[in-house]
């Protein structure tokens, strides 16, 4: 079974740079992840803010706090996020979108 979840992560992860071209972290895990925690950004002139997720680590969830990353003229950073799939939920990461293309993350 553990081979099994490795196995199928390295093909989602695959799977999610060919789909957006770019460098990108995606893992399966069966457990559903806890509700995101509550975030109050603080205005940042040039920057915007990428909310906090939690991701797994040691086999428990752990809480990845939001940040400010600069802006890029034209684009809009769209947020990472877990999708629930048929085996499990999969961590998306985020990124900067054009024209509806990804073009990078942060």
Do not use: F
């Amino acid at each position: 079974m553990r081979i099994r979840n490795i196995l199928l992560s390295v093909m989602l992860a695959g799977g999610a740079v060919a789909a957006s071209g770019c460098t990108t972290r995606a893992y399966l895990v069966s457990e559903a992840p806890p509700p995101a925690r509550a975030e109050v950004p603080v205005a940042r002139p040039g920057y915007v803010w990428v909310h906090g997720h939690y991701a797994r680590e040691g086999g428990r969830w752990k809480w990845v706090d939001g940040r400010h990353v600069r802006e890029r003229e034209g684009h809009v950073y769209v947020g990472g996020r877990w999708d629930k799939r048929p085996q499990g939920y999969v961590w998306i990461e985020g990124g900067w979108r054009s024209d509806g293309q990804l073009v990078r993350r942060p």
